[in-house]
């Protein structure tokens, strides 16, 4: 199985006409924040494959509109036009999609009074929050979740020294307790094609998704 994993920019190779073809064989996409619902949407209608995806802590004027239980848009307001998207929000809710158990915690570590900012403590509280359907994934599917989709990345692993791109503790605690096969977040640049964008931490590896970035896990999809 292969998955598209896109972040934080509008790629121009998967902005383009000859997407198609160059992502033919993907069967799923994770999108980890700071990207606009339009780009979502063209990825969505040009490979018609699902999309999963978390809020960043940019491009979150939408997010009130996703915080429904199914992860699909709503409005509240019938005044209030909103186009949707094909897209289903996963932040702090978990999703079984091609055979695989993914969860998704969105924003970044709380450094100003922005939205979809969250202290090291408050990310801990939603990941209690998602502790019922991981139990249940336990007891029922054997594994309590094999992907863990985030935005910000854990701490001390690809995250930088200033406070906005700090990672969280939290993520680390998430890993050696759930054993996610993979963690997959955005939020850190990368600008030298060196930087490192995949790191192996006890059972987990942790992929920085900025642009894209194509995973293939080596499983025979599920029908």
Known sequence: MKILCVSDQIDPLVYTNTIKDRFADVDLILAAGDLPLDYLDFIISSLNKPLLFVFGNHHVEEIRYFSGSAGIPYVNDI???????????????????????IAGLGGSMRYNQGPNQYTDFEMYIEIFRLFPRLLWNRVFHGRWVDILLTHAPPRGIHDKSDKCHWGFNAFLWFMKTFKPRYLIHGHIHLYDLADVRSTRQGETTVINAYSHYVIDTGCQKEN
């Open 79 to 101: 005044n209030q036009e909103f186009r949707g998207s094909g897209a289903i929000h996963i932040g702090t809710k978990i999703k079984i999609e091609e055979g695989l158990i």
